[in-house]
């Protein structure tokens, strides 16, 4: 892998459970760490939903191996992307990660 094709500085988040105030519970993103990537878009797509036009984005992340798993996020110029499907290459040195746009929880 050529390192000057990941020149996108992404995050990676994780949910962790934490108690709140009144002693429940509360799913919070939390910041696992920071990698050098390649964002690759690669389709969208528009819909009607419950009469609202909804809209989703896959791209593709391509960065070295990391402890990364489907169901986390991933930042990038504002926008947050799921993990969809982490991928190894054939010889373990490439993470190719399969992602969808989120709404943020902001």
């Not at 690759?40 to 609202?52: D, I």
Request: proline letters at 3%; one cysteine or more.
């Amino acid at each position: 892998m050529r390192a000057g094709k990941l020149n996108h500085r992404c995050r990676l988040f994780r949910v962790e459970r934490v108690r709140d105030e009144i002693g429940g519970w509360q799913d919070v993103w939390v910041e696992v760490r920071k990698f050098w990537g390649d964002v690759r878009p690669v389709s969208g797509r528009t819909w009607l939903s419950a009469s609202q036009e909804q809209s989703e984005i896959t791209v593709e992340i391509y960065a070295r191996p990391l402890a990364a798993v489907a169901g986390m996020r991933v930042t990038y110029a504002g926008e947050t992307y799921e993990i969809v499907a982490p991928l190894l290459n054939r010889s373990l040195n490439q993470l190719q990660l399969m992602c969808k746009t989120v709404k943020s929880d902001a």
